[in-house]
Every structure is written in structure tokens, then in C-alpha cells.
């Protein structure tokens, strides 16, 4: 989808109305976890991150984080978050899929529901962009809905209104494309079946929905 898309998704300007569809207001439940465990360290990279939840908690935890998000608006909301709170973090509109000007930069990324909205031809640059601005020994923790659970979402957004043709380059992932897209210059140090809340268009309760959880560690 493009920056405008997510715009219009954020500021609630399609029919599905204010909040997007994993817009949650807290942390997915498999980041909380890693949060509280304090597996996420150093200078950390919040990749496509939104309105800025983990950015901020991660912040808390006195970690140096950038958040990056190519919806302005979202990043809007992500600075107002980081205003109120009083908690530093460098939220920059940018593209999270060449991660111009950061190289050498982070010891820990984390990607919640990015890759899974990364075009297939474009997932080998973004991996790229990230091998580039981690450095060596650095960790990525992703979260990325299944093949099935796009599917559902997907469906309801068409049902209520938005273009089919606006999701047609989105993947339908499947385990096995993390593990080749991470093939070369990353160790895999888990790969597993996890859930991933969501606002399901049209269901008034938050769903937990198939994801896939993994960690990759650069060489
Ligand atoms: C499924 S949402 C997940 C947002 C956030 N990580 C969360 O868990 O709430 C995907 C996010 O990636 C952002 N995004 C999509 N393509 C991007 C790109 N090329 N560069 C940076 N952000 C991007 C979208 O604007 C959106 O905020």
C-alpha cells in the first residue's frame, strides 16, 4: 500500500472508520513478552512502527529507539504520544524498506507487522536495508500475520469499501519466505507459530489471529 493509503487509514478517512485494523492501543502480547524480559536492547530500530506503542514502552526502559513509519500521520500521532509521556524517541517519516542514513546503526530491530505488508519483489531490499543498518551481532524480533489470517483481514477491508486493488501486492506469508529472505548474512534463532491481535473489519472485539513469530541474528 502506499504512504497515502496508510494515511488515510490512520486518520480514519475509509470505512473502516478510526482505527486501523492492528492499531490495538497496546503492545501485541508476543512483544510484551520480550519487552518484560528485556530481550530488546541497545539502539533499537522500530521498523514500520506506527503510532509508536512499542517505540514509547521500549523508551521507557531508558533504550536509545528510532521509529520509523512511512505515514506522516501515524508519526504524528507517535511525536504527540512521545510529547505527552515525556519520553524521547526519534520518530521519522521515512521508508522503513531502504533505511537511507542509519548504517551501522542498531543492535536490536524490531518489525511488528512490516515485512507482511513488504511487496515479495521488495522483502530481498528491505533485508538488505536491514543487514546495512544493524550491526554485527545485532538481533530482529518480527511478528508478521500469516498467509491465512491477510487473507481475513483483507477480505473485510474489501467487504467494507477499499479498493481490492490496493492489497493486490501484498504477500501471503508463509514461514518458509522469513527463513529465505533472512538466508545469507543472518543466523535464524526462532522460527514459530504465534497469534497477533487484531481489529477484524466488522468484529467489535479485538481477534487473535495466526502469525509467525522469528528472530534472526546477523552474522
Ligand atoms: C500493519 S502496520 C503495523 C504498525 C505497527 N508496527 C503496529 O504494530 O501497530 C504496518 C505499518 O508499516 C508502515 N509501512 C508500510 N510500508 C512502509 C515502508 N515502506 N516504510 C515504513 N513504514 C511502512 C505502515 O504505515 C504501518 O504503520
Do not use: N
Request: aromatic content about 8%; hydrophobic content about 50%; some cysteine.
Amino acid at each position: 500500500m502506499r504512504a497515502s493509503m496508510y494515511d488515510a487509514l490512520y486518520a480514519g478517512r475509509t470505512p473502516i472508520g478510526a482505527q486501523a485494523p492492528w492499531d490495538i492501543g497496546r503492545l501485541q502480547p508476543a512483544f510484551a513478552e520480550l519487552v518484560a524480559a528485556q530481550r530488546i536492547t541497545g539502539e533499537i530500530l522500530d521498523a514500520g512502527c506506527g503510532t509508536g506503542e512499542l517505540a514509547l514502552e521500549l523508551a521507557r526502559y531508558g533504550h536509545a529507539v528510532t521509529g520509523i513509519d512511512i505515514s506522516a500521520v501515524a508519526i504524528e500521532r507517535a511525536r504527540a504520544g512521545a510529547a505527552e509521556t515525556g519520553v524521547p524517541v526519534e520518530f521519522v517519516v521515512g521508508d522503513a524498506l531502504t533505511l537511507s542514513g542509519f548504517d551501522d546503526r542498531f543492535d536490536t530491530v524490531v518489525d511488528c507487522g512490516l515485512f507482511d505488508v513488504c511487496p515479495p519483489a521488495e522483502q530481498a531490499g528491505y533485508v538488505a536495508a536491514l543487514h546495512r543498518s544493524c550491526r554485527p551481532g545485532a538481533t530482529v524480533f518480527m511478528l508478521e500475520l500469516g498467509a491465512e489470517a491477510t487473507r481475513a483481514v483483507l477480505a473485510g477491508l474489501v467487504e467494507l469499501g477499499l479498493p481490492a486493488r490496493a492489497f493486490e501486492h501484498l504477500p501471503r506469508l508463509v514461514p518458509a519466505d522469513l527463513t529465505a529472505a533472512f538466508a545469507t548474512g543472518w543466523q535464524t534463532l526462532a522460527l514459530a507459530e504465534s497469534t497477533m491481535m487484531v481489529r477484524l473489519p466488522g468484529v467489535r472485539e479485538q481477534t487473535a489471529v495466526p502469525a509467525i513469530y522469528a528472530e534472526f541474528r546477523k552474522s
